[in-house]
């Protein structure tokens, strides 16, 4: 596939974000939502889906619990959801174009992983796609205080990478991330007009 885009000269490394951006996850993310959340009898508008897209999984269950009024569980909700979301893997594929730059810039540039998911899920994914081996970090909800859009997870990716985060492209499909990723000092790209007929993202 041809590269959609090329890196800015004085780039040190690149940050891409999981769901949405690697893997065409968010329909299958928000199917395991709507399965689980139908079981305690709430509701998840799918508009409200994508604009919380790259929060930690508890903290959706919580801004639900704040907006409907729910009592939900966060902790137990969150561990539902993952595991229906892991019954779903099987069917998840590449975002092409940006499959299409990892695969270009691997062993070019050092590439790391940030997303708002876990680790184990993460992990799952790439592995799905055949990508695990190409990146030299993964950070990860697990691994940092403050979620997106708190610049964190990118700060500690470009820290493990060895390298500045304003010599890091960030590559996200969510505000929320490219929030994050401009407020650690990232150059942002948005690769959803990259996205075509994969669908809507968020």
């Known amino acids: 596939m041809e590269i959609v885009y090329e890196v800015p000269a004085g780039?040190?490394?690149?940050?891409?974000?999981?769901?949405?951006?690697?893997?065409?996850?968010?329909?299958?993310?928000?199917?395991?939502w709507v399965a689980v959340l139908r079981e305690h009898g709430g509701d998840f508008p799918e508009a409200m889906f994508y604009e919380m897209a790259g929060m930690p999984t508890p903290r959706i269950v919580e801004v639900l619990n704040e907006r409907h009024g729910y009592g939900l569980d966060p902790e137990a909700v969150a561990r539902d959801k993952e595991a229906l979301f892991l019954g779903y893997l099987p069917e998840v594929a590449p975002v092409e174009p940006v499959v299409a730059l990892v695969h270009h810039y691997h062993g070019r540039l050092p590439m790391a992983v940030a997303t708002g998911g876990t680790r184990f899920i993460c992990l799952k994914t790439?592995?799905?796609?055949?990508?695990?081996?190409?990146?030299?970090?993964?950070?990860?909800?697990?691994d940092v205080e403050h979620g997106k859009p708190a610049p964190d997870i990118f700060l500690e990716a470009a820290r493990r990478l060895g390298v500045a985060p304003g010599q890091c492209v960030a590559f996200e499909d969510a505000d929320l991330g490219l929030e994050a990723a401009r407020a650690a000092g990232m150059t942002a790209v948005d690769i959803r007009p990259w996205r075509g007929v994969l669908g809507k993202s968020g």
């Open 11 to 32: 780039t040190r490394g690149l940050v891409f974000d999981c769901d949405g951006t690697i893997a065409d996850t968010m329909p299958l993310h928000y199917r395991a």
């Open 126 to 142: 790439l592995r799905a796609l055949g990508l695990e081996d190409k990146f030299a970090a993964l950070v990860t909800a697990d």
